[in-house]
């Protein structure tokens, strides 16, 4: 029995390879996508046994596709794909009821296994992946964000933070240095109360400030 899958992602290369990785294997492309919207309407008209949505996508980004077609569609099956192994992007689709998180690059027989199982209705989400991105909840001394104290400056940083950017990458984008970077995450964390970068990103996700 065939698993009909929609593959949506804004690299054409990415879509091909996909196409080629799940070839001779019970999986039956039905559908593409190049954005968040289109991906949306094709999970209506074609209702397949597995949506493969990228995250970052133009005019529509698949974690808010996923939010739109879970809300419109729920017992659609959602696996969402990244080039980033990012807590940030894993912690908002546990959130928002995606089945699982697969790195573009997974070997072909973990991207198959993954499909399958999402196909039979199984999460897989594992103790690992579920520890990482709710790691966060099990700090007694986390805070409120209505009760943090953070400059604009460290707001910013936290942001680009929680989208998976680097201290160099944030840096360049608020003209400013690593090294001050440095220093900003680290007064964040201290007012947050969270121990890492990693716990910072899903702080940011739970209060829905990304």
């Given amino acids: 029995m065939s698993i ?25 492309i039905v559908g593409m996508a190049a954005d968040g919207e289109s991906a949306i309407n094709l ?12 995250v970052r996508m133009p005019v529509l980004d698949g974690l808010d596709a996923l939010a739109r077609i879970k809300s419109e569609l729920p017992e659609q099956i959602v696996l969402m794909m990244s080039s980033y192994d990012h807590p940030g992007y894993a912690a908002r689709a546990v959130s928002l009821g995606a089945s699982g998180y697969v790195l573009k690059d997974a070997p072909r027989d973990e991207l198959l296994t993954a499909v399958r199982r999402a196909a039979l209705g199984q999460d897989l989400w594992s103790r690992e992946k579920l520890r990482r991105v709710t790691g966060a909840r099990v700090m007694p001394q986390e805070t409120s964000h209505e009760d943090v104290n953070l400059t604009k400056r460290e707001w910013d940083v936290l942001k680009l933070l929680a989208d998976g950017q680097t201290n160099r990458q944030i840096g360049d984008h608020l003209q400013i240095s690593p090294e001050t970077v440095k220093e900003h995450v680290k007064h964040l964390l201290t007012k947050i109360g969270v121990a890492d970068r990693t716990q910072a990103a899903v702080w940011a996700v739970r209060h829905d400030l990304l």
């Fill in 4 to 28: 009909r899958v929609v593959v949506a992602d804004d690299h054409e290369i990415i879509r091909e390879g996909l196409i080629s990785l799940l070839s001779e294997s019970e999986v039956e």
């Fill in 43 to 54: 999970a209506r008209e074609r209702r397949p046994d597995v949506l493969l949505l990228d």
